[in-house]
C-alpha cells in the first residue's frame, strides 16, 4: 500500500516477523527522513510514512534491522518490499525531472 500526501512524502506498511517493541519502535521513529511510525497488525507491521528526498524503503529496512525489528520474510512481505523499493526509485528519478509545459518546445 502507497499513499503520497506530498510529492516527496511516502507511506507504506512493513511487515514484521515478531510484534515490535516499543525501543525498536522509538529507533525507527528518530531515522533521517521518517516523519511518523505507527504500529499495525496487533504489533506484526509498521506503516511508516517517510521523504522520499532523505531515504527510501531500502535503507528503512535496514534501519528496522538495526532497531532489533524482525522483518518478515514470507514471500507476499518480500515481494511487497521490493515493489515499494522500485516504486521509490521511479519516485525519486520523478522528482529530478523538470517537467515543462505542452506548448513549450523540448530543450536542446
Not at 18 to 41: F, H, N, T, W, Y
Not at 87 to 93: F, T, V
Request: aromatic share 4%; with cysteine.
Amino acid at each position: 500500500m502507497t499513499t503520497m500526501t506530498h510529492p516527496t512524502t511516502v507511506t507504506r506498511i512493513m511487515s514484521l516477523a515478531a510484534p515490535a517493541d516499543d525501543a525498536g519502535i522509538a529507533r525507527m521513529a528518530q531515522g533521517q527522513g521518517v516523519l511518523s511510525v505507527e504500529v499495525v497488525k496487533n504489533r506484526n507491521a509498521l506503516r511508516l510514512t517517510y521523504d522520499l528526498k532523505f531515504t527510501e524503503l531500502e535503507a528503512l529496512a535496514h534501519l528496522a534491522e538495526a532497531s532489533g525489528l524482525k522483518l518478515s520474510t514470507g514471500l507476499f512481505a518480500c515481494l511487497g518490499r521490493a515493489w515499494g523499493e522500485f516504486q521509490d526509485g521511479n519516485l525519486r528519478n520523478q522528482i529530478k525531472i523538470v517537467h515543462q509545459c505542452c506548448s513549450v518546445p523540448p530543450r536542446r
